[in-house]
Each structure stands twice: as C-alpha cells, then as structure tokens.
C-alpha cells in the first residue's frame, strides 16, 4: 500500500472519530456540580461522589471547595507533604481547563498493602476548586494509558446547578407521593424544602411549605417523646403569638409518630398561618416535618401534607 493511501486511510479513521470525541460529554455524578467525561469502564458512583471501575478496583474521588481553596491547596501540596500522606510525585503540570486552570500530579503510592499509580487534580473552575483524586491499582495500571487518564481529568467542567431531582435522589428517605407538591430547594444534607405554588422565592404567608428532614438521635424510651415533640416544635422560627391547638401520639405503619398543630402569626406580615409538625421516631433517628401555609388555605394544604407524610418511607 502506498504511503499516500496510508496516509488518507488514516486520516479518514480519524475524521471518522471525531464526532464521537466532539459528542462526548462530561458526566456528573448523582448531586454533584462537579463532572468529567470518565475512561473507559469508570461509571458514576453516588457513594463516592466520583466515577468507579469495579473490575480493575479503580477510583475517582471528586471533592468540591470553595474557589479560595485553590491557591492554598496549589501552595501546600509540595512533593515533600505529599510524600507524608505516602504518594511519590513523579510528573507535576499545569492544565487549562475549558472553564478554568489546573494543576496536575501524576505519581505512585502503596496503602494498605497495594501498589497504586496515582493522580491528582486541583481545579479552579469559574465558582469553585474541585479536587479530584485518581487510583488504579498497578497491575491494572497497564490498562489505561498516561493519555487517557490525562485526557479523561483534562475534561473536567462543571455545571451552573445540580437538578433538584438528583437532590431528592440523595435523601435517605423517599418520597411514594408527592400529593401535588414539588421539591423547591435542599434544606440540609438530609433535609428537602416542598411547596404547593409557583413561586420560588416562596414564603409560607404566600404559598404551603412542607419541610422534611431525617435527622439523627431522638429519645429511645417513648414516655419521652411527647416532651421531646413539643421541644422541637418550639424551634420553629419567625412566628409569633403560637397558639398549640392539638397534640398527640399515632401510629402509622408501625411507628410512633407525634403530631402538634398550632395557629400563629408571621412576624413579617402580621398575616395569619397554621403550622403543623410531626416526628416520625425510629431506634436511631427521626424524621421531621413541619408543614405551614396561609390559614385560608389550610384545609387543602393540610391534606397534601398528610399525604407526603403517609407515603415517606425509608430509602
């Protein structure tokens, strides 16, 4: 064959590539900002917040921090400090991200016994610094080229928010009826806001808000639950002249669950609300919920707040 037609083969198979590497999209794991287009074989693992190979036992760790974390990560992570936490540097370079810089270190380290080829990324992208952390055990090492890793870290992007979809995703409970209401914002690691309205930016005086959140702890003995109950109740902040109309214990699907209704005002508007709360007691946590909405729409807000509540369960 000639070198020409070597050459136009070639260059055919490469046109033929293209649209598939320009198609790759970077891949962001289940409630991260966070994401790169993985090698091959990597999927995306919520557990680790990152991309696993199970056959070859390989790992990448995605850490987000604030963007001020970049230049201090960047001036503290030398040779002689990795080398403590047991990694040898081999190759160190700087990258230029598609939304901003990074650093790159390439090396080797032994834990627990194992022999791993290494590579850590710090990235400053456009609102924050993500530290991202490669391992391959060295027998599989041979299975992906210095190119590919490099390509795979080099791809890294992130984007503007995290679907509120994957957050619920996240919670240790879930949900088997919304009864008409919508996830509106993350409350806490384990904590989901709902509303029953349009608006965003919602205040309970303008439409309901149901809040559910597991939380860790609670009383064990139940002659201690009831006092515990009206306690939390009485974190509920922003209300003023709280009026307690109702308060008792029931039993819903095998758990204890204590229920406190109450009428109140909201200090901002003067305008009047009813608030309900329940806790769900279990052996090592609990879950909250605390549903409040304008007085005049309470009949229909209460329902769908018992709704979400009867049809929670445990993740």
């Known amino acids: 064959m000639s070198p020409n037609r070597t050459t136009l083969i070639a260059f055919a198979g490469a046109l033929a590539l293209a649209p598939a590497a320009l198609a790759a999209e970077a891949t962001y794991p289940l409630g991260s900002r966070v994401g790169l287009v993985p090698p091959p074989g990597f999927v995306a693992e919520e557990k680790v917040h990152g991309f696993v190979n199970r056959e070859n036992n390989g790992l ?12 201090e990560i960047g001036r503290t992570m030398t040779p002689a400090a990795l080398k403590k936490q047991g990694v040898i540097q081999e ?5 230029a991200l598609g939304g901003g810089k990074a650093i790159l270190i390439a090396g080797r380290q032994a834990a627990e016994g194992t022999q791993f080829r290494k590579w850590i990324l710090v990235a400053q992208l456009p609102d924050l610094t993500a530290l991202v952390t490669t391992q391959i055990p060295l027998p599989a090492a041979g299975a992906y080229s210095e190119a590919a890793i490099h390509a795979a870290l080099a791809s890294l992007a992130a984007r503007a928010r995290v679907p509120i979809d994957e957050f619920v995703a996240l919670m240790p409970f879930r949900f088997g009826d919304l009864a008409g209401m919508r996830p509106l914002r993350v ?21 309901p808000l149901l809040l559910v959140a597991a939380v860790p702890g609670g009383p064990a003995q139940s002659e201690q639950r009831e006092t515990f109950a009206r306690n939390y109740f009485g974190n509920i902040a922003g209300y003023t002249d709280v009026r307690v109309t109702g308060s008792e214990m029931l039993r819903l699907g095998g758990s204890h669950v ?23 007691f279990g052996t090592t946590a609990f879950v909250h919920l605390v549903g409040i909405a304008p007085a005049q729409d309470w009949t229909q807000a209460f329902l769908r707040f018992r709704g979400v509540r009867d049809g929670l369960a445990p993740r």
């Open 91 to 95: 190759k160190r370079e700087s990258l």
């Open 60 to 71: 990448i760790i995605i850490i987000e921090m604030p963007k001020s974390a970049y230049a």
């Open 187 to 207: 409350a806490g690691p384990a904590a989901i806001l709902l509303t029953d309205g349009p608006r965003d930016d919602a205040d309970a005086v303008d439409q």
């Open 258 to 280: 204590h229920e406190v209704r109450a009428d109140a005002r909201h200090v901002a508007t003067g305008r009047d609300v009813k608030i309900v709360q329940w806790i769900r």
